[in-house]
């Protein structure tokens, strides 16, 4: 079975400045997918971020970029110019490529971000 | 706006009770995906529908039960509640051979 493991529960960045959250994962399968969302205050999970395994350049969606080692089975995502309003809950999830059974997310526990003005 | 909607947004109800969960999922997406979100177990997926039809199964207890009806709409029923089931409930769509889901705005479920 596929899991997701967050290890940092709390960053916490200066407003401007950069960031980076740790994701890191474990699946036996060669194709798959995986995101970044995000869930501020008002509780609403918006997708961040998507990389589709195959594909070995990183994505990228503004300031938000990931750096996916595959080999490794990382998948960073790096916020740069640091806004208020990215202070949130952040959760790494796994899809397989195929869809049906194994279609669903699976999840890591979260990376609480603060951002100091 | 994800394009998803649940309704309600809040539920208080007692233990024993029965309630159902709402979701429309974004038009034109087949398939909908309920996930549960509580502090000690996270987010834990509960069942998929594709086009009616159940597709998957998670972590979904006996006591908890969903369907899609023909004009995709979806409801998960949770009976014989607990105060464990308080939590937030989310539903999530995604289109025939798309692989990015759509979260819905959640309901939150708080047993009393």
């Known amino acids: 079975a596929q899991t997701v493991t967050q290890s940092q529960p709390e960053m916490s960045v200066q407003e401007a400045e950069t960031v980076t959250l740790s994701c890191t994962y474990d699946?036996?399968?060669?194709?798959?997918?995986l995101f970044w969302y995000k869930q501020p205050p008002s509780r609403q999970m918006i997708l961040v971020i998507r990389?589709?395994?195959?594909?070995?350049q990183n994505a990228t969606e503004n300031r938000f970029s990931v750096n996916f080692q595959k080999a490794a089975k990382s998948f960073s995502l790096k916020i740069s110019d640091s806004q208020l309003g990215d202070a949130a809950m952040y959760f790494c999830?796994?899809?397989?490529?195929?869809?049906?059974?194994?279609?669903?997310?699976?999840f890591g526990k979260g990376t609480k971000l603060s951002v100091k003005p | 706006d994800s394009g998803v909607t649940q309704t309600p947004k809040h539920l208080i109800t007692a233990t024993g009770q029965r309630v159902t969960l709402r979701c429309s999922p974004r038009?034109?997406?087949?398939?909908v995906y309920w996930y549960q979100q509580s502090l000690d177990q996270g987010l834990q997926f509960l069942i998929q529908?594709?086009?009616?039809?159940?597709?998957a199964k998670g972590n979904i207890l006996e006591r908890f039960s969903a369907q899609q009806f023909p004009d995709l709409h979806s409801e998960l029923n949770l009976s014989s509640l607990e105060l464990g089931d308080s939590a937030l409930y989310f539903c999530?769509?995604?289109?025939?051979?798309?692989?990015?889901?759509?979260f819905g705005p959640g309901t939150r479920l708080t047993v009393l």
């Open positions: 999530a769509s995604t289109g025939t051979g798309r692989d990015t889901q759509y």
């Open positions: 699946t036996s399968e060669s194709d798959y997918y």
């Open positions: 990389q589709e395994a195959y594909k070995q």
């Open positions: 999830a796994y899809r397989s490529r195929y869809g049906g059974s194994q279609g669903n997310l699976i």
């Open positions: 038009s034109g997406d087949l398939s």
């Open positions: 529908y594709y086009n009616g039809e159940e597709r």
